[in-house]
């Protein structure tokens, strides 16, 4: 606590210090208390894009407003958004889009991102690589040529999905059951919360036969934080 004088000199007043906190030398004040942030999530009524984000905001205890938009609701909603979609992430004011970028700066914000930008990468190029295995996905399932779909179906089960899941199986045992640093990073609830929909997509537990993977993401999900928003979130199919 700082008291002022007549003359507006400083001068620290006596008081108990306690244990951790910074004492202020004369001429210093006091740290400000740190601003808290205003979080709101835009999304759908579905996990899919926006579930990793819900998932490290759980992990961070980080208070939002889960703001799930009707079908009726998102036309006269589409014009705010930066570009006319969603996820968007609201922070104190402003508005932002891309899914994977929001959950780099939730997860940095959590404490779960790089100690450097080496480390970033890694990180990074994890998610990235988890994102090009979801849109093959995708492709495949929003075809809607009935013919060209069961012809890419094919192709999807015998080749890309064990491609991707068999590079993703083995930087997990290389990194001691975690996807970067040998440790819990935002890439690995990234993960954990985008797989339901990604199974959705496939039509079946895609990591039925990649036991570190399937480990990775109970070990996630039984996070206490985690668990708990799992056990109360809304119930819905994608």
């Known amino acids: 606590m700082v008291a002022i004088n007549e003359n507006a000199e400083e001068v620290i ?3 108990p210090v306690v244990e951790g906190e910074a004492v202020p030398t004369e001429g210093e004040l006091a740290p400000a208390e740190p601003l808290k942030n205003s979080y709101t999530l ?3 009524n579905v996990k899919a894009l926006a579930e990793p984000l819900r998932y490290l905001f759980a992990y961070g205890a ?3 407003e889960d703001v799930r938009v009707t079908r009726d609701e998102w036309p006269a909603l589409k014009p705010s958004m930066p570009m006319g979609q969603m996820p968007v992430l609201e922070v104190n004011g402003k508005r932002v889009h891309q899914s994977i970028s929001m ?3 939730l997860g940095k914000t959590v404490g779960l991102g790089g100690n450097d930008p080496w480390e970033d990468l890694q990180i990074e190029s994890v998610v990235n690589t988890v994102n090009d295995f979801r849109l093959k996905i995708a492709v495949v399932t929003y075809e809607p040529d009935d013919q060209i779909k069961e012809k890419k179906l094919i192709t999807l089960n015998k080749e890309v999905v064990p491609f991707y899941l068999e590079k993703l199986e083995q930087t997990v045992k290389d990194n001691e059951g975690y996807f970067a640093l040998k440790r819990l990073t935002w890439a690995d609830v990234y993960f954990a919360g985008i797989l339901d929909y990604m199974n959705y997509m496939a039509k079946r537990d895609i990591l039925d036969v990649y036991p570190s993977l ?3 993401v109970d070990k996630v999900n039984n996070l206490e934080p985690i668990k708990e ?3 109360k979130r809304p119930q819905t199919e994608v």
């Open 13 to 15: 007043a006596e008081v």
């Open 62 to 64: 980080l208070e939002y």
């Open 214 to 216: 399937k480990e990775l």
């Open 42 to 44: 835009f999304y759908f």
């Open 103 to 105: 959950a780099e700066f």
């Open 229 to 231: 928003w799992i056990a």
